[in-house]
């Protein structure tokens, strides 16, 4: 399953033929920057912004399309426990690994990442 193809209904960017295709709030860096050189890792990050989302109620990064793409690739997300501060230290770690702008840096499965997640829990 690939989230980062999905469509809103509200996007205001357009980003076919030889550019990237995707919805900008779950795009990895590198797909911002080179479409062209992307791997599983790319699925990885849309994940990570995924979980985020579901355990703070916010994206990472809100904006306009410029805001939100330079965010993707230049910024660090906020600490997942300033939206929910329920959650522990392991998990909002976990999350800020998972949105590594160089995936090098990030879990190189989503089982690494789950496994992490739960011991968070």
């Known amino acids: ?16 033929g030889s550019a990237a295709v995707g919805t900008i709030d779950y795009m990895a860096p590198e797909q911002i920057k080179d479409s062209t050189n992307v791997d ?4 990885l990050y849309t994940l990570g912004v995924v979980v985020y ?8 990064f809100e904006g ?3 805001q939100v793409l330079f965010a993707h690739v230049n910024q660090p997300p906020p600490d997942v426990r300033k939206f929910n501060p329920n959650l522990s230290l392991e998990v909002a770690i976990a999350l800020q690994r998972m949105l590594q702008k160089d995936p090098n840096d990030r879990f190189q499965s989503a089982s690494e990442f789950i496994q992490a997640l739960y011991l968070g829990l």
């Open 40 to 43: 599983h890792r790319a699925d």
């Open 64 to 66: 306009n399309v410029a």
């Open 53 to 60: 989302e579901l355990l703070s109620g916010k994206l990472p």
């Open 1 to 16: 399953m690939d989230f980062g193809v999905a469509k809103s209904a509200d996007d205001t960017a357009s980003l076919t």
